[in-house]
């Protein structure tokens, strides 16, 4: 009897089953259709996931034999959300999830610790925060883990040494923080292990010398420090050790000269001491090394001449010694070399022509002797070839010509003499040549004008003579030439003028004579030029960059002239019709009668109060005027045109003095700053006035607000400006949809106008002016969005022969740490004011409690206390980001504005080289700008000029 009911037994349980895999798998695609309903965006490619319908058959879901789903794999399908609303208990036979290259954001909830069949989790690349919870330990049966490319923070925890059976631990390019732990060393099974680009510190735990299937350790692009482990050569399999641009120390462990399948060994910008392993490519496997950036010393051993192996090689920047031909031997697959920066002597090898698959040759700053070997023509595919600062003498060799791949040629500061061979034409590619500081002599080729995509020339300190050669003109490319310290000769060819995305232009220190081509009015990317020490005549192009230009860098010649102070005026006659122009020509001559009116004034002032009782009416009116009106008619039709200064004209209100708009009959629109005058702070209206008068009446620049006149009455004294139609920064930066036309190219633009107004003030005023309130209330935005430095009331003329003290003045949160403890006033306190307005401009606010003070002996004294935060996340987020070519120049700013707020004032720099580097630097990203934080971009190096 119980024989004949076991099948039908059997078939009921098999029933059974199968009813609990329909259950199952109800309750799973439930769960999936509830995620996907909380998704940001729906993507298309998950538009089979409908109800009713069996997982199984969507788009990334792969079942087992009964329904379960044990596979999820949506890579790249644009998911935006979270996974908060995935119920991961659901998934009781889930093994395989990989969600990467996704939107997916928020934390890593701990309940994912419910996939306990879990082998694969791959989670990378995508917006995750928060940490990694600890409750990823109870995964026992994974073996791969990917969370990088991330924004976790948090430390690694502990719990992750329980993966027994984990193959690939990879979190690499997050924000994590703390140490290593050392449960890692439990492991035994790890063979890839990537932890690079956080901000992990401490030391390297020994324990990870036990894993001995370690292929791959990256650990790069931290704040480990301490010494590498000797028990790192137990690790046999090992192919990949990355340690680089860490605070490591210490000798290089010898023991690493073990690992016998070694390929890549990256130990870089740390601070390693001593000598390189002797064995170090032992197992003749290894293709890039890179120690550069250390203290190392010694001799190259002997095992890297013989490494034939080898692809790329980085020893820069150490002081490794020793005769450079018989150190290095004949490499077949070399791709690059940079021996740059250290203390090698000796003679370039011929050897080098030997490797035909050479692109990149360094040796700058050496001791290196002797001749170019003509042997380096052979290594054709060459793109770089750099033997700058050494001691080579001789000609430049003509089989340098075969070179026809090459794009930067730098031989500059040797002893190398004589023409440059006609040869070196063939190199049409080249895109950066420096050859200055070396006694070439005969003229400047002309072919050099064939090199079309040539972005930077450097000529200068040579013997070069003759002419300039006009073929240059054909450079269009060009954005820096320096000719400067030769002796060249005859006038400046005006086709130099085509040279259309020209930055920085040095010809001082020649013979060069006549006038400069006016046709330069038409370079407008020009921004810096010196011409200084040639005999040069004639008027100055209308061009910014040589009406800006300092005195330094018009010196020297016999007969210039121009709208510059220190130049004599053109004899030009000036349009009535043109507001501008009529101030700048006119503005010198009423300088002076400004100046004795305010003489006069101060009397006046004297005088009433010597006699406190003489009736307010009596007193004497001064008006004085450069506009197209005499100063009582200019009195009259400013109080008509602001109905007596009614509120409703008034565009700006401060402590001495509110601004107010009026559109005069002559169709110009000036601002009129008019000045509260109240009997008990008659001596500060006074200060106040007379202060911005004097300032204004001795200053005259494109990026400070020009003074047209002023009028003193008792009942109103006022000065009247040029008008700027948009107004403060400050509120255009308070207001998100002004905010948003300030793209970054004009932030930068308004950045390089206050910038050189204050050089301006610091360096070609006497005696210097210090404005003492820089804010970005006090900059004034015209209708192309260039900046003029404004309100000049607390302005201090510096005695360069006492020192210089004074009451604190200023706006809070822009005032130079220094003035809370001392009263003496120098051009540092502007120095400082400027990097708060410049980190505000980038930001969209004021930095505000963002700034707090290093410890001393730091490089930089300001810094984002978050400095782990992202660059990224601190720019103004109502804009896009900046794309790579800007993002360079926008970060190469905040730099410089972070050593403008050095606590030290004598560390800061002064404004003239603030204003140079504005011009010249920017600097190159070795990684995506998102990756970059901010503590990384004071330890940024990179500048390109």
Sequence with gaps: MMRSLAPAYCFILFLHLLSFASISSET?????????????????????????????NWTGILCNAAGSVTNISLANTTIQGTLHELSFISFSNLTYLNLTLNKLFGAIPPQISSLSKLIYLDLSENQFTGRIPPEIGLLTNLRVLYLYLNRLSGIIPREIG??????????????????????????????????????????????????????????????????????????????YLILRDNQLS?????????????????????????????????????????????????????????????????????????????????????KFIDVSHNAFSGEVSKNWGQSPNLVTLRMAGNNLTGSIPSEIGNATQLHELDFSSNGLVGTIPKE???????????????????????????????????????????????????????????????????????????????????????????????????????ENLNISHNNLSGIIPISFKDMLGLTYVDVSYNDLEGALPNNKAFQDANQEALAGNKGLCGNVRFLKPCNKQSSKKDLRLVALVTFPLIGAVAVLSIFLFAILLKRKQKHPHVEESNMDEIFCSVLPLNGKTMHEEIINATED???????????????????????NTVAVKKFHLLRNEDKNFQKE????????????????????????????????????????????????????????????????GVAHALCYMHHDCLPPIVHRDISSKNILLNSEYEACVSDFGTAKFLNPDSANWTALAGTYGYIAPELAYTMEVNEKCDVYSFGVVTLEIIMGRHPGDLLLPLPSGSSSAFVLPAHQMHIADVFD????????????????????????????????????????????????????????????????NGFTT
């Design 250 to 334: 210490g000798s290089i462990p010898q023991e690493i000269g073990n690992l016998m399948k070694l390929v890549k060994l990256g130990l870089d910008t740390n601070q390693f001491v001593g000598y390189l392993p002797q064995n170090i490519c032992q197992g003749g496997l290894l293709t890039n090394f890179s120690v550069n950036t250390n203290y190392l010393i010694g001799t190259i051993p002997k095992s890297l001449k013989t490494c034939t192996s080898l692809f790329r090689l980085h020893l820069n920047g150490n002081r490794f010694t020793g005769n450079i031909s018989d150190l290095f031997g004949v490499y077949p697959d070399l």
């Design 645 to 667: 200064f009614d509120s409703m004209y008034c565009i700006g209100k401060g402590g001495h003095g509110n601004v107010y708009r009026a559109s005069l009959s002559s169709a």
């Design 877 to 940: 987020q109502r804009i896009s980001a900046p794309t790579d070519e800007v993002a360079g120049k926008v970060l190469s700013v905040m730099k410089i504005a972070f050593s403008c707020l050095n606590s030290s004032p004598e560390c800061r720099p002064t404004m003239k080289q603030v204003s140079q580097q504005l011009e010249t630097q920017k600097l190159h990203l070795s990684k995506p700008l998102y990756l970059i934080t901010c503590g990384e971009l004071l330890t940024l």
């Design 28 to 56: 799973e695609a439930e769960a999936l259709l509830k995620w996907k309903a909380s998704f940001l965006s729906q993507t298309n490619q998950l538009k089979d996931w409908r109800a009713n319908t069996s997982p199984c």
């Design 689 to 752: 006035f007379l202060n911005e008068l004097r300032a204004l009446t001795e200053m005259r620049h494109r990026n400070i607000v020009k003074l047209f006149g002023f009028c003193s009455h008792p009942r109103h004294s006022f000065l009247v400006y040029e008008y700027l139609e948009r107004g403060s920064l400050a509120t255009m930066l308070s207001k998100d949809d002004e905010a948003k036309e300030l793209e970054w190219s004009k932030r930068l633009n308004i950045i390089r």
């Design 162 to 239: 329980n993966l027994k059976s984990l193959l690939r631990l990879e979190s690499g390019e997050n924000n994590l923080i703390g140490s290593i732990p050392t449960t890692l060393g439990d492991l035994k099974n790890l063979t890839f292990l990537l932890l690079f680009r956080n901000n992990l510190s401490g030391t390297i735990p020994k324990e990870i010398g036990n894993l001995k299937s370690l292929v791959k350790v990256e650990l790069g692009e931290n704040q480990l420090n301490g010494s590498i482990p000797t028990s790192f050569g137990n690790l046999s399999n090992l192919e």
């Design 400 to 502: 340098l010509g075969r070179l026809t791949s090459l794009l930067k040629l730098k031989l500059d500061d040797n002893q190398l003499s004589g023409r440059v061979p006609i040869e070196l034409g063939s190199l049409t590619d080249l895109e950066n040549l420096d050859l200055s500081k070396n006694k070439f002599n005969d003229s400047i080729p002309s072919f050099v004008g064939d090199f079309l995509k040539l972005n930077y020339l450097n000529l200068s300190n040579n013997e070069f003579s003759q002419a300039i050669p006009f073929q240059l003109g054909k450079l269009t490319q060009l954005s820096q030439l320096d000719l400067s310290h030769n002796t060249l000769e005859d006038m400046i060819p005006s086709e130099l003028s085509g040279m259309e995305s020209l």
